[in-house]
């Protein structure tokens, strides 16, 4: 999923098993910008499970960087989590991706705000 132009992205996936997943966001590579002083963005996230009976949302973790690749890795149990990704454009703003990665099955719905 691409967040570009936006301040802040939230999105909803779904684990349809119990995994262990790696949560990847990345900028664009300062190697192939075309300005040689372009600085990477600070990107967070916050990631949370979502109870979608009772519309309860609960904190799981939070990261927060100043670099290409912002990731951790997280073990999920089956459920709905709600991912919100929120970025400081540092001048320009350019393609940001997220995926993710792991020994499980998931779906990433789109962005739900």
């Known amino acids: ?3 570009y132009k936006k301040s802040w992205v939230l999105i909803e ?3 349809n098993s119990e995994s262990d997943l790696d949560l990847i966001i990345s900028q664009k590579n300062k190697c192939r910008m ?3 002083d372009y600085n990477y963005s600070n990107v967070r996230f916050i990631l949370s ?3 979608k009976e009772d519309k309860s949302i609960h904190y799981l973790h939070g990261k927060s960087g100043v670099e290409k ?3 951790e890795s997280c073990s999920f ?3 709905y989590y709600l991912l919100f990704v929120e970025v400081d454009w ?3 703003s350019f393609p940001l991706t997220i995926s993710a990665y ?3 099955h998931f779906k990433f719905g789109g962005d739900v705000h």
């Open 1 to 3: 999923m691409d967040v």
């Open 13 to 15: 996936f779904n684990v």
């Open 34 to 36: 075309p300005f040689k």
């Open 49 to 51: 499970k979502y109870d």
């Open 69 to 71: 690749d912002l990731w």
């Open 77 to 79: 149990d089956i459920g």
């Open 90 to 92: 540092e001048g320009n």
């Open 102 to 104: 792991g020994n499980g």
